[in-house]
C-alpha cells in the first residue's frame, strides 16, 4: 500500500495539485472552511490542497482501512496531522459524520467506485452546512472523440498496468447525463454537471465562477448541463458502451441511449 501511495504521488503529483486549483477556483472554498473529502485513497489531492490553503483542515472518508492508514501517515509526514484526519467511513452513510457540519465536500476520482452514487450524494447533503459547497471530479465516459484519441495514444504510451486501470476506471465512470440524472431525481438542482476533455465535474456553490476549469490540460471544451437529464446506468452497461465506442464501432452517443 505504501509503495502504490510512492507511485501515485510520484507520477500524478501535478495532477493532484490541479485538483486542488481546480477546487479551489471553481467553488472558491470560505476562509476556515472545514472540508470532508469522500474516498481520499492515499490522501494526496486533500494534502494539496492544505497546502495552498493553509486555513483550511479535511476529514477524508474512505472505504478501505489500508488507504486511511496510509493517507494518515502520509499527513503526518507532511506535517499536516493537526489539520487532516482520515475515518474508516462509506461515503453512502458516514454514518460518524453529524448533520450539517462541513463547508465544503471534495473527492476526486472515486465516484465511479461508489456502490450508491445517489445514497452518497444524499449523505453530503446531509453532512453539509446550509450554503455548502461540493467539488467532485471524476472521469467521464461520454467522451468525445479528441477525448478517445487521448486514451488511444496516451494507453499505448503509458502500456502496462497503470494504463489499463485508467483505461478500466474510464469504462466504469460516469457520463455527465448520468450524473445530472440522478441529481434531478434528488431533486439537487442547484448541483451543477460540467465536463471538459477527460473529465466530469459535480460541483455546488454560490460564487460559481463561469470560467474554464482545467483540469488535464485540455482544449476549451466546457459543457454544463442543466437539470432534468436522463437516469442512471449500471457498471456493465455503462462499460459495454465505452467498449464499443473505444473498438471503433460506429460513434453510438451514450446520451441517447441511457
Ligand atoms: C481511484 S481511488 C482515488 C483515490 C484518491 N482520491 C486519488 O485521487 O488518488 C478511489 C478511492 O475511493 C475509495 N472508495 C470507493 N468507494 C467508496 C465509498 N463508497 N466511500 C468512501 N470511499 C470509497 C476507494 O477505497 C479508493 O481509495
Redesign the pocket.
Known sequence: MREYSEQ?KKM?HKQYDAFADNVISKVSPQQNARVLE?????G??GISLLRKRPDLSLVG????PD?VEVATENARREGLESRARFLV????SMASIPDGQYDLVI????LH???DPKG?FKSISRVLKRDGRVCIYDHRRDLGLLGRLVVAVLGTLRAGKMAGHWKR?IAASYTSEEVRGMLDALGFDDWTVETDLMNLVVYRSYRASPKQVDISCCLPLTSTLSPKGRGNSSFSERQARYERISSGSPPVSDTREV
Not at 38 to 42: A, T, V
Not at 107 to 110: A, F, K, L, T, Y
Open positions: 501515485m500524478l469522500i474516498g481520499p485513497g492515499p494526496w489531492g472518508v474512505e472505504a478501505s488507504m467511513e462509506a461515503g453512502e473527492s476526486r476520482e472515486s467506485h461508489w456502490a452518497v476506471s
